[in-house]
C-alpha cells in the first residue's frame, strides 16, 4: 500500500509562521524531505523516529538534483511512508513544488499541497515594507531572479514590468542585482526609484539595506554580500527607514544558547525570539523516566506530603499515577507542595491545588513552608540524582521521607541525523532511537551568551565540553537561572553575569534583555 505526500511550505525562516496545518502533516511523517533553506528548529514537528534528510536547494549548493529528490519521494511513498516534503516558503511559488506534485501523480501517489507564508511577502514585512500602499503602490509582482538552466535564453520584458509601475520583488536577486537594477531602468524606470534588498529576511540574523537602482547593487554587495536576498523595488520600499520594527528588537541579533532539554526549550526560546534573538539550541540534558514499583503509587494516597521540586517531577509522578490506572481522588487527603510558580502550574493543570509554595525557589525555602513536620510522612518526588538538603533536614525535624526518583538527567541522544542524500532515508528510518546513531552535535562557540536553567545543564556541558567549559566559556556572557545553577558554575571556575530576582523563565528573559540593553547593539 503506498503512503501520502505533503508537500508543505515551511515559510521564510521564522518558525513561527508555519502554518497550524503544516505542523499537523509534520506530527505524522515517517520521512521529512528538507530544503537548506527550511528552518531545522522546524523539524522538532516532526515525530522523533522520523527520518531528517536534507535535500539541500541552495544557490550554488545542493546535495541532490530535482530528479533524485523527485524519484526519493515516489520511493518512499511506494515503500508506504509519510512522506513531508518540507520546502522553503510556499511550495508553489518559485519553489518547484509544481513539478514534485506532477511527480507524484504520473506515480500515482496520493499528496496533499500545504501552502506557506511565502518570502515574497513576509520578508518585506520583517523590514518595514507594506508592498501595496494607498499612496504609493495598488499593484504587485513577484519575480523570480534565476529563471533556470531549463530557460536559458529567456529575458524578462523589462519595459512591461517598468510600465506597470506598482511594487516590484525579485526573489533569489542578489547575484543579478546590478543587471537586475539596470535593465529596469533601461525599461524605463527612474534610477532614482527607491530599492530595498533584505538577507535572511524573518531570522534574527536578517539584514538590510535602502537605497535606489542606481546604488542598490553596491550596497548590497558591501553589507548583505551573498544569497540569500529579496530585492523590492518601488515606493515602498523608501518606507523601511520609517517603518522597520524586527531589527529594532531589544534582543535583535543576539545569539543566545539555549541548554535546555528539547521538550523544555521551546517555550524558553520563543521568548527570546519574541525578543528579536538568534537562538541556538544545544540540549545538555534529556529527560528520561524511571519506572518506579507499582507499591509507590499504591501508596501515595497515604502521604501527608507530596513535595515536587520540579515540574519533570510532576509530570514523571503523574504519568506514571495515571499508568497505573490510579485515581486522582485517592490524593484528597494529601497536602502538596511545589517548589516555584512553574512547578506549582503543572500540578493545578491536573486539577489540583497546591497548599505550599515558598517565595524563594530553593529547597531551603520550602521547607519554611512546610511548618510542623514532626511525625508527618513525606514523599519527595524528585531528580535521581538532586541536593540532599530537603529530604535530610525534614528527617531531622522528625518527618518520615521517602525520596522517590522519578527521573534523571542524561546527556542527550541525537535525533535521527542529517543524511545527505536521499537515499539514506530509509537507514535513517532505522537507526532512530537507537543510542549514538548519530555523532552528537559539536559544541557551540560562536555566541553571545548561554543560559544555564539547573545545575544538571551545567555539568553535562562540561562534560560535552570534556572538560574545558571554563575555557570555551571564556569571554562569553553567562546566565543562570538562579542561585543553585549558579553555585555549578562557580564549581568550574565560570562567572555569572545575569541572574535574575526570581527564579523563572519569563524572569530570566527579562534580565537578559536588561543586561544587552546596556551594551552596544548588533553591528
Known sequence: MSGRVYLVGAGPGDPGLLTLRGKEVLGRADVVLYDALANPRILDFAPSAAARVLVGKRQGRQSASQDEIEASIVRLAREGKTVVRLKGGDPFIFGRGGEEAEACRRAGIDFEVVPGVTAAIAVPAYAGIPLTHREHSSMVTFVTGQPGAVRDGYDLDWEMLA????????????????????????GG??????????RWGTLARQQSVVGTLADIDEKAKSKLGRPPVILVVGAVAGLSTELSWFERLPLFGRRIVVTRSRHQAAAFASRLEEAGAWVIEFPTIEIRENEVAVEVMERAGSYDWIVFTSTNGVEAFFGQWLGARRDLRDLAGVSLAAIGPATRQAVEYRGLRVAAQPKEYRAEALLEVLGEVSGKRILLARAEVAREVLPETLRERGATVDVVAFYRTVLPRPLPGDAAVPDDASRSAAQAGQDGADAPMPVPHDFDMITFTSASTVKNFDLLCEGRACEVLRGKAVAAIGPITADALTALGIGTDVMPAEYTIPALTEAIQTYFANRHPVA
Open 189 to 198: 524606470l527612474a534610477s532614482t526609484t527607491p530599492a530595498a534588498a533584505i
Open 163 to 186: 510600465r506597470a509601475g506598482g511594487t516590484l520583488v525579485f526573489l533569489m536577486a542578489m547575484t543579478r542585482m546590478g543587471e537586475i537594477a539596470r535593465k529596469l531602468v533601461e
